[in-house]
């Protein structure tokens, strides 16, 4: 198995030289999607019929004698989902790769085609890491307890009549945090010991099941961390830090002008910022994973910038100093650092690249609801809950048009990034060995 470290001497071929402009991002994106329509459209159609069938039995499970132990069953099919988004994620940006002209030109100097699993493992932990504290998942919560209510929809309404807990809706809330705590501990030793494997590079699945570990301990401590945050919010609400910076803030409020409207205008538009640049980034990351040109740790994100120097001398103190910040930086870097890397890489080919790709992708969501606005107008009719037939195809046609789309895009993106950069020698550090499979 070799190795190849980089591609900037690959000749580009003439004939895509006028695709090369930033500007031209949206007909490359079409250009992908012309080339790779079928097998996008099965991957999307398989995963989301896996993803549904989970949904559908951890449901069904949800209710019913032993009740915990039916919940750890719940949380696990619950895992399944989101590990079943992962692939079909990287299933997808796997099989536009080939249609890339950076792809194209690594072929021409003699790489080989790398296989799909080792593109899984790669990208299986930075994705958790995405999913998770983006928030994605809570689409998975929303659409599991949606599946649910629509199984007994009159059982939920007269539960929110009498004020009684059948469970309907909250098979991922209601796990004891008694049981809650002996799963999270099993999920933590799958977690440690395939993420030992992995960081070893054993094991061809060692990341995705450290992935898989690593969301199951997650999901099954909500419970617990919920319970035990619910017993000390008083005690914590009382502290002298909180309090004073609760007084701090109302002193400022009164005293610095300006400082409410600030806020308020900082608490609106903080959002909006959210969903037109971090989020468009956080997916460009799990291309640029899948396509093997990514640097996960903090010290290649700050080379050649005035902190790698402060990373030097932190690299010189007490080792358990080190531990400490690592510890007290492991929620920063988890949600941060990945998007650093691809903001890096993608400016590197140009400014405007990234910013019509975040243009490209806040319009295109946008359109995807209005799409699904036309859908539901379109197939309204008289008749009495014929919407239950007709919602769920409008939301899927419109949920494909919107991913396969976002993922050419990616994909793009990744390669006019790439091809720009390899054409002008770069001015950083090589992308990261590809191992082939």
Known sequence: MRQVSGTSALPAPRRFAWMLSPYALPLNALRILAKCALPLILCFSAGRLVRWALLLMAATISHGSWYQARLVVVMFLFTLVVMTSLATTVGMLYVIREALLETQARRAAGEAKESLPNALNRTALVFAGIYTTWGFVADDARDFAGID????????????????????????LNLDPKVSLVAMAAAYLVKWY?????????????????????????????????AAVGARSDWIGQRSVVAAWHDFAAKAEEGVPGWKQVSEWLSDVWPHVIDALAIPLAWL????????AYAEDTRTTIRGTRLEQAAVHLGRTHNWTRLALAKLSAGWTARWIPLLNSLRLTVRGGAPLFGLFALCYVGLHIGGDYLIRAGRYLTASEEPYLWFATGE??????????????????????DLAATRRRLT?????RDRPVPSG
């Open 149 to 172: 209510i629509m199984r007994q929809p009159d059982r939920f309404v007269l539960d929110a009549g009498s004020g009684d807990d059948s469970g309907v809706a909250r098979g991922l």
């Open 194 to 226: 395939f993420g030992r494997r992995h960081e070893a590079k054993e094991g061809r699945f060692s990341g995705v099941l450290a992935t898989f570990g690593e969301l199951a301990f997650a999901f099954y401590g909500l419970n617990a961390i919920a």
């Open 393 to 414: 195809p409008v939301v899927y046609v419109a949920d494909l048009i919107v991913t396969l789309v976002t993922m050419c895009l990616i994909a793009a993106t990744f």
């Open 285 to 292: 990351t799990v291309g640029i994973l899948v396509y093997g």
């Open 425 to 429: 020698g770069g001015t950083g550090e």
